[in-house]
C-alpha cells in the first residue's frame, strides 16, 4: 500500500512557497511507494496549523503532511510571533493526531535568503518532503492510529520504570 502525503503551503510568499512546492512534489514522484495526496493552499503561515489539523484529523489520515511557508523579516516582530505559534501548533497537531509533521517553513531575514533555500544543497522543499517520507514510513513500522485513550501521567510513568 504506497504512503499518501499530504501538503499544505501558504500563498503568502507565493514565489517562494510555490518553488518549494515544485521540489516536494518532484522529490514526492520520485520516491518508491508514495502517493501525493491532498495538497491544500492557504492564506499564509498562520493558517497552516488549522489546515493540518483538519487533515491529520480527517478518516483515512494521511501517512504524513508536509507544511510549506515563508516568513520573511519585517519592521515589527510579527514574524518572529508567526513562526514561533506555527511551530508549536504543527508539533502539537502531531502529537495529538500521530500524524507527522514535516516542517518546511522558511523563516528568513530577507526574500533573498528565502529564495536561496528552495534550490540545490539548502533545498527546504526537498528536505521537508524527504523528512515526510521518513516519518511516514516509521509511522507506519511503529505507530499507532488512535492516541485518544493514551494518558501519561506521573503515576503511568513510574508504573513503566519500575524494577518489580
Known sequence: MPFEIAVVVSKYNTEITSRMLESVLKTLKNAEGIQTGTVVWVPGAFEIPAAAKMIATRQPQPDAIVCLGAIIQGKTDQNAYIANSCTIALQQIQIETGVPISYGIISADTLATA??????????????????????????????????????????????????
Do not use: C, N, V
Open 115 to 164: 529564495w536561496e533555500r528552495t534550490e540545490g544543497p539548502l533545498d527546504r522543499g526537498r528536505e521537508a518532503a524527504l523528512a515526510a517520507i521518513e516519518m511516514a514510513q516509521l509511522k507506519r513500522k511503529y505507530g499507532r492510529q488512535e492516541h485518544k485513550d493514551l494518558k501519561i501521567t506521573p503515576e503511568s510513568l513510574s508504573k513503566s520504570f519500575s524494577h518489580s
